[in-house]
């Protein structure tokens, strides 16, 4: 892959910024290495420019209790189909995410995830430090933000990505803290995938098995995050605002900090609601569902807790992003235009990867006015 070098890499103060990158990523200990070794302050290249900082600052409680509402959870086993169906299209249409319950996925399977992660991020460093690498072509990878050197700002979380499907890796190439608990989890995982995939197929007013064989659920590859507390939260971020690349991502949170940016609203938190999965539409799904359904662009603020990391599973759902040739566009009834043009999953992944987490990689496809009517 190649790191595009930021346009300014020596900043007016003389701060060589892609030195600091490369000395903090050689020491392949990531941000929780910084943590072990007691830092009071966050080096520069983690401060980000305040207005991608706004409204960091807690809200109130009562906007944690009306974030609840404006968040819709969703019982996939209390309402008829049609019903639960309903739900998620709106939700879909609205916010872009939603949180539900009665999932199927075992708790046993969600904590143990969680305490994989955990357990493979606490382990000494010489033992991490093996899985640390940006070569793409490996599987399993560990790293501190994987978009270091194209980022304007660095992130304060670290994290383990696995590629799980099509092609698992062989369980002795997962670190040993996470092996069984991955699989068991991506599993798991995929199932709820597949169930999502045929509702929305449904509220689309598509067959239930549409989208499956489209190929939207191919591929997934897991980002494990680990957030650890941060001495100067205000001045940084655990994740930076972006949209997800995928058809559809399932997330695993185990304390808040995850927020949603809404037209009206700007930045909610989506409350974490023990038991529950949050589930959100990627750009390829707003791409193929024309623009009905949406891409919602989310952050995850650094993590203000004195002594508790904050550990998320994210599992991004695609079409095969290596293998797949086919073209997907919009899907329309002929009545209305299409609103983005037709490109391979490989093509907008690799397009997004390019542009790093900041930016919005879907508008780069979308077709202009004149392009409609020809
Ligand atoms: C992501 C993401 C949120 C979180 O990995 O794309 O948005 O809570 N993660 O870690
Ligand atoms: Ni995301």
């Not at 892959?1 to 930021?6: G, H, N, V």
């Not at 199932?191 to 509220?203: F, G």
């Not at 508790?308 to 073209?327: E, G, I, M, Q, Y």
């Given at each position: 892959?190649?790191?595009?070098?930021?346009?300014?890499?020596?900043?007016?103060?003389?701060?060589?910024?892609?030195?600091?990158?490369?000395?903090?990523?050689?020491t392949k200990a990531g941000v929780k290495g910084l943590v072990d070794a007691g830092v009071t302050a966050i080096p520069a290249i983690f401060r980000h420019a305040p207005e991608s900082l706004e409204a960091t600052s807690s809200p109130p409680p009562t906007d944690v209790v009306?974030?609840?509402?404006?968040?819709?959870?969703?019982?996939?086993a209390a309402a008829p189909r049609g019903e639960v169906a309903n739900q998620m299209k709106r939700a879909a249409e609205t916010v872009g995410f939603f949180q539900v319950t009665n999932h199927g996925v075992p708790r046993e399977r969600m904590a143990g995830v969680l305490a994989g992660v955990r357990?493979?991020?606490?382990?000494?460093?010489?033992?991490?430090?093996?899985?640390?690498?940006?070569d793409t072509a490996r599987k399993v990878r560990f790293s501190s933000n994987y978009d270091l050197f194209q980022s304007k700002a660095a992130n304060w979380r670290d994290t383990l990505f696995c590629e799980l499907a099509p092609d698992p890796p062989r369980p002795e190439e997962l670190p040993e803290a996470v092996r069984d608990v991955m699989l068991e989890y991506g599993d798991a995982a995929t199932?709820?995938?597949?169930?999502?995939?045929?509702?929305?197929?449904?509220?689309l007013g598509l067959g239930s098995d549409h989208l499956r064989q489209m190929g939207c659920a191919q591929s997934l590859n897991?980002?494990?995050?680990?957030?650890?507390p941060c001495p100067e939260p205000h001045l940084t971020l655990g994740t930076s605002r972006h949209a997800d690349a995928t058809f559809v991502t399932v997330l695993l949170q185990d304390m808040g900090g995850l927020q949603v940016l809404l037209d009206r609203r700007g930045w909610v938190d989506v409350p974490p609601l023990p038991g529950a999965l949050i589930v959100n539409i990627g750009d390829f799904l707003q791409l193929v569902s024309n623009g009905r359904f949406r891409s919602v662009e989310h952050?995850?603020?650094?993590?203000?807790?004195?002594?508790?990391?904050?550990?998320?599973?994210?599992?991004?759902?695609?079409?095969?992003?290596?293998?797949?040739?086919?073209?997907?566009?919009?899907?329309?009834?002929?009545?209305?235009?299409p609103l983005y043009k037709s490109v391979t999953a490989r093509e907008f992944v690799a397009y997004s990867y390019s542009k790093g987490l900041d930016g919005r990689p879907l508008e780069h496809f979308r077709l202009g006015a004149e392009e409609h009517y020809s």
């Open positions: 892959m190649s790191a595009t070098e930021p346009a300014a890499s020596v900043a007016s103060d003389g701060f060589d910024r892609r030195r600091e990158l490369q000395a903090f990523d050689d009306a974030a609840g509402i404006i968040i819709p959870v969703i019982d996939l357990r493979f991020n606490e382990q000494p460093a010489e033992v991490k430090r093996r899985f640390y690498t940006r199932k709820l995938a597949l169930w999502v995939l045929e509702l929305l197929s449904e509220s897991v980002a494990s995050h680990y957030y650890p952050r995850v603020l650094a993590n203000k807790s004195r002594d508790t990391p904050r550990v998320s599973v994210a599992c991004f759902f695609n079409a095969d992003t290596k293998r797949s040739t086919r073209l997907y566009g919009p899907i329309t009834d002929g009545s209305d235009p």
